[in-house]
């Protein structure tokens, strides 16, 4: 993961659908443990595996087949724009356009973009992609005032995505732009030459749905799938007798 915050969302307690089915605490949650990629990488080399020299093998099953839509996952505007492709094909049954596979106006580093997903009968679309938590504020203050327009926001809490999230790499340079850029510019690469595009096409996704969720947005797919969060601000408010750091 490039994520240290999965460490924290891995034991939050729908993460443990088993359990709350089967109603028992001693079932294991749905994740054993997290690791980031920088951890990842340390036991790696503590085990002096070298990957140059390791015969080619296949990934695992069921989670071997990846699609161009989930490498973008990785960067700011990717979800957005893999999330369109999708919508794209489930309310018109027809494949995106080739616009919807390089959706220019939610890719850069921007911390707000803007765009317009033009679905055939069903219209513009109007999407809003925020990098860094910094900016989500701008735009929550909109919704508050009442003038968003969207009905779809990507909100990345890392500047970038999570190429530059805090269980990844750090480049050798500070963290910039032109790095964030560098790996956006990689992950775009894998997308476009990836033989699936889009998540809807993979094969092992649609087993999944086909055998257990049964469709997207099913009772089964929303309590597997989504989640809810609820206000925890009053838990940042400082202690009385911490008030004198404040
Ligand atoms: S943007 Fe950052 S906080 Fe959000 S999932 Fe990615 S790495 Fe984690």
Known sequence: MPCTA??????????ASARKELNDSKVTPDVDVVLTTKELAKMIKRAGIDFPSLPDDEYDQLMGTGT??????????GVMEAAARSAYYLITGQQPPAALWELTPVRGMEGVKEAGVNIPGFGSVKVAVISGLANARKVMDQIRAGNAPWAFIEVMACPGGCEYGGGQPRASSPPSDEVRYRRAASLYKIDTNAKLRNSHDNPQIKQV??????APMSEKAEELLHTHYISRAEALVAKKSDSNLY
């Open 68 to 77: 161009g839509a989930g490498a973008i996952f990785g960067t700011t505007g």
């Open 209 to 214: 749905y086909a055998d257990f969720l049964t």
């Open 6 to 15: 999965k460490k924290f969302e891995c034991q939050r307690p729908e993460m």
